[in-house]
């Protein structure tokens, strides 16, 4: 395979650049010619892509967010807009395509791949919600964002006994969620996966005043049913419940904004790398991601039609571990 391109879709996730970068030089460093798609599929549609050199991607592995740009296409989930990405690919004689996103991204690559066309997929999305990887690009620093995030709230939580409750990004994965309350020693993690009523989680907040805890903090999935707003007007009406005075606090994009860490970084150069190696050497229509340490390819097909389960292990020590 002479000529391959790379896009970036879906939510940015810190890391994406790195990936790029891998897949840009070590496709170079095979002989094969690498284009940039802008602006993800909506940018393949339009044909809006361009030739990238080894110094094009100079600089970018430290920076968060996507040098290509990214979207979320509606064009191309219909049929017409997939053939006429198809044709723009063609039209170029590009040979392959390196997709890197997460969910929806990854059923657009299988898409693709259904009209015969070679793609591999990067795993890549904050949420870590994607089949055939353990670990995605971005996870590791949004959880870290997160994760400040929660710090620094229990230090002003403390001078004031005050109750927090913050919300984390993860669309209707719990991973964020339940991971950066374990590691911030939440009084309480609300997840789509292990719904709180409300009552439960002001009784645990009720617990953490009556044990003479100076602060309580309460971990919220924005996918939960019982998410922010529901557990905000319960606290409303029910304020003698808890204990605390009770404050809120979304965290939102701040989380998919970061410098990548030491881990999103080489995560990105792996997987950017194994994309270019089985682009060339034949493998294609495969996910490349992270399992047990090692960079694995998943089958498109398998990636789009099964459901990656959450560990929740940790969530069953959450009670325990806020004593
Ligand atoms: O999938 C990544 C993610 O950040 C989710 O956690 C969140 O629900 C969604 O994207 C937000 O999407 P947008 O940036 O389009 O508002």
Known sequence: MKRIAVLTSGGDAPG?????????????????????????????????MRLLGARDVSGIIQTGGTMLGSARS??????????????????????????I????????????????FPVVGVASTIDNDLYGSDMTIGVDTALNIALEAIDRLKITASSHQRAFM??????????LALMSGIAGGAEAIVIPERELTPEQVA???????????????????????????????????????????????????VQRGGMPGAFDR????????????????????????????????????????NKKQLDLSLFDLVADLSR
Do not use: W
């Open 166 to 175: 913050l919300e984390v990004m993860g669309r209707d994965c719990g991973y």
């Open 74 to 99: 509606l064009e191309f989930k219909t049929e017409d807009g997939r053939l006429r990405a198809l044709r723009e690919l063609n039209r170029r004689d590009i040979g392959g395509l390196v997709v």
């Open 16 to 48: 994406m650049n790195a990936a790029i970068r891998a897949v840009v030089r070590t496709g170079i460093g095979r002989g094969m010619e690498v284009y940039g798609v802008e602006q993800g599929y909506s940018g393949l549609i339009a044909g809006n």
């Open 101 to 116: 996103g997460g969910n929806g991204s990854q059923t657009g690559a299988h898409a693709l791949s259904q009209l015969g």
């Open 266 to 305: 080489l995560l990105a150069t792996r997987l950017g790398a194994a994309a270019t190696r089985c682009l060339a050497e034949g493998q294609h229509n495969v996910l490349v991601g992270l399992k047990q340490g090692d960079i694995m390819t998943t089958p498109l097909v398998e990636v789009v039609t």
């Open 203 to 253: 009784s645990e907040i009720r617990t953490a005043y009556e044990r003479g805890k100076l602060h309580a903090m309460i971990v919220v999935a924005e996918g939960a049913k019982n998410n922010m707003d529901e557990l905000e007007a319960f606290f409303k009406v029910h304020k003698e419940r808890l204990g605390f005075e009770i404050r809120i606090t979304r965290l939102g994009h």
